[in-house]
């Protein structure tokens, strides 16, 4: 009786009390609260949303659901970082090694890709011998040693999250700032690192469109955060194109080894530079200009590379194929796909890029589809470049054959042309605190 009350309070628009949203999860969670009940649950609280105590609540209870990292032995350097999800972002690859070698410490579970957008799991798993798996005591272990450790997430961290993000899946309830803020959050609770830095995407490319929606999930993410004692803050960036220029996992491991080098590929050289400032900020106190000092001289001096290595040889990853990238597989079929127009590309449709990479095999359209590591794209112009008819938009790769040019139409439709040049909004946008 208990469950239908408390359904009935949400769709009468009233407030959940703490006890309420842990009687009716942890029901969930244990088989006495069925599907259709939190179902009607999660459609209630879409509709008339979740005050910031409720948020809370939701939170703790989905973060207490299942086994909590401890990481007290690395005192207040821990930080995490989280993206709301976008394409061709390859941001933790880099910035996790860059915070690592400034003294920073790193222990961080990832995912692997959803919808359109990829994963670092996916990413990390196209390095030959790299184990996302490993235990708990070994996690710790590579983290004791190098400072740094990236796993997948394992089934013991928030089952609550996990059964009801399936359901939320099914119902269209997943955009609903209350409950991605509370899925988001109590996984970085769980994971225990003091400080957390989330980047929180906006634009075609990203799940929230509108840059005010992504204000207002990262404003209360950050209110989350603080309620459990983290050093927390959002950097919201924009993905009306792709993040630098690989699409798709190996390559874009590829280009996060060109970038940990010391190449400085546009827009992604500038977030990954103000992702690890803010996250040097929050963990070590240092004033966000002389961290931004800090960070770009660990690329230029080789310091975050010579981390990265460790970083991976300490995972069992081949560290042949870091120092030489070539050794990486290349797809079957490489296809380059040329300009029908002449102009400047006014826009990129992001969210399509991602679904074409995806369709080359980078990306799964079932949760149990295997991933082409080698699949994706290379892209050459981007928004506010300047093409001629028959110049390379970019190359398209894959291992199989049967829908490429159908791809390749998609790539083409996803970008807009105009006569002027347009004019670009900026990567960051702003960083709350
Ligand atoms: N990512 C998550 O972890 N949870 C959501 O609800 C949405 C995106």
Redesign the pocket.
Known sequence: MKTYEIIKKKRDKLSLKPDEISEFVNGYVSGIVSDYQMSALLMAIYLNGMDDDETVSLTEVMANSGERINLDEFLNITVDKHS??GVGDKTTLIVAPIVASLGCVVAKMSGRG?GFTGGTVDKLSSIPGYRLDLNKREFLDVVRKTNISVISQTDSLTPADKKI?ALRDVTAT?ESIP??AS??MS?KIATGSKSIVLDVKFGSGA?MKEKLSAEILAEKMIKIGKSFGRNIAAVLTNMDMPLGLAVGNNLEVIEAVKLLKGEKIPDLYDECVTLASVMLNLSKQIPLNKAKELVENSIQSGAAFKKFREWIVAQGGDISYIDNTNKFDVSKYRVEVLSENTGYISKMNTEQIGICASELGAGRKKYNDKVDLSAGIIIDKKTGDYVRQGDRLCTLYTNQSNNLSGVRNNYISALEFSVNKPILTPTIYKTIF
Request: glycine share 10%; net charge positive.
């Open positions: 709301t999800g959803l993000y997943v409950l991605i899925s988001v996984k799940f």
